[in-house]
């Protein structure tokens, strides 16, 4: 029997990131919700994906909380996009979100015996 159902694990890690994760991309420049889903699927090396049935609401509370901002553009031959940047309370709360990161991962990495390549 396997203690922990992967498939769980991984639903959990992803809830307990998402937002950092979200915030961070969105950080350096405006992306729209399919490009942001396309760079966590491909800087994770596949590890990490979002559908659209999870990425999109999770966007607009982070759009209703004030962390950032979307607004819709069009361009010439392409669909309309939605596209979010980070507002500054965004920038704070992804600042406290990374302290908070770096201090669970290094105690789960103390805890587990897991040693930096």
């Known amino acids: 029997m396997e203690y922990i159902n992967s498939h769980i694990l991984e639903r959990e890690l992803k809830k307990g ?52 901002d979307g607004r819709w553009v069009e361009k010439a031959g392409q669909r309309r996009r939605r596209y979010y940047r980070l507002t500054p309370e965004g920038r704070k709360i992804l600042a406290a979100q990374r302290r908070g990161w770096q201090a669970f991962a290094a105690a789960v990495n103390r805890i587990a015996g897991v040693e930096h390549a």
């Open 17 to 68: 990131s998402a937002e950092l994760l979200i915030l961070s991309l969105v950080e350096s420049r405006p992306r729209h919700g399919y490009e942001i889903s396309k760079l966590i699927e491909r800087r994770s090396e596949g590890a990490v994906r979002f559908n659209v049935a999870s990425l999109y609401p999770l966007l607009y509370r982070l759009e209703k909380r004030g962390w950032i």
